[in-house]
């Protein structure tokens, strides 16, 4: 695993991942949706995308050099996958669309794969250039708890109206959440807490980094 940009060209590259996002912390559901993404979309490699300068971010996000490193504790291990860290590099917002455009480019003929979650399909439209998104990548949905799957959600609903394409990643929903893990952390909740919802070496950078340790 390297974190950086596109890796070994010996093995032809046909599917391409892309998992983005604040990753602040990283925490065992983003593992779990990692290791299913790998196996349902049969990916030959899969970019972990921490998000540099947040447009939709209210709160501001942990520096960006302890989320790259948390990334890396939490995915490392994991053959096919690279934390990329271009959106932390790219000067100004961070947008989806400028990173597929550099992944098309730099995978040319291959499939990209965006993977988001509920949260991140229902505010969709409202991301920059989503119709050239569509066009680059298939959209893959995970479930979040709090958020209706297509099945339950009402008929004619105008966020959803018409739907947004997308297939669904098939995955246990789970509550944990990284909102919620901070506000652990704040609280002063020992590593081996931490460490039941966070892989165990993310647990043990967060205690001797002191992160989170501010009301979030």
């Not at 109206?161 to 098939?170: A, F, G, S, T």
């Not at 460490?195 to 989170?212: F, K, M, N, Q």
Request: hydrophobic letters at 40%; a neutral charge; glycine letters at 8%.
């Amino acid at each position: 695993m390297s974190s950086g940009r596109s890796n070994d060209r010996t093995v032809p590259v046909r599917r391409v991942g892309l998992f983005g996002g604040a990753f602040d912390p990283p925490h065992r559901a983003h593992r779990l949706l990692v290791e299913s993404a790998l196996d349902v979309l049969r990916l030959d490699r899969l970019h972990i995308l921490p998000t540099g300068r947040a447009w939709h971010k209210a709160r501001a996000l942990s520096p960006a050099e302890h989320r790259l490193a948390m990334c890396e504790l939490a995915f490392g291990d994991l053959g096919r996958v690279c934390v990329d860290r271009r959106e932390i590099d790219r000067p100004g917002d961070s947008y989806t669309i400028d990173t597929l455009d550099e992944l098309a480019l730099e995978y040319p003929g291959a499939g990209l794969f965006l993977i988001i979650g509920e949260d991140q399909l229902a505010a969709f439209k409202t991301w920059k250039r989503w119709p050239e998104v569509l066009h680059l990548a298939r959209l893959v949905v995970a479930g979040r708890p709090g958020f209706p799957s297509p099945a339950t959600r009402v008929s004619g609903d105008a966020s959803d109206d018409p739907p947004v394409p997308h297939l669904r990643l098939p995955l246990p929903l789970s509550p944990i959440s990284s909102t919620a893990l901070r506000s652990m952390a704040s609280a002063g909740a020992a590593p081996q807490e931490l460490a039941a919802l966070v892989p165990e070496a993310v647990a043990g950078y967060i205690s001797t980094h002191s992160l989170y340790q501010q009301p979030s």
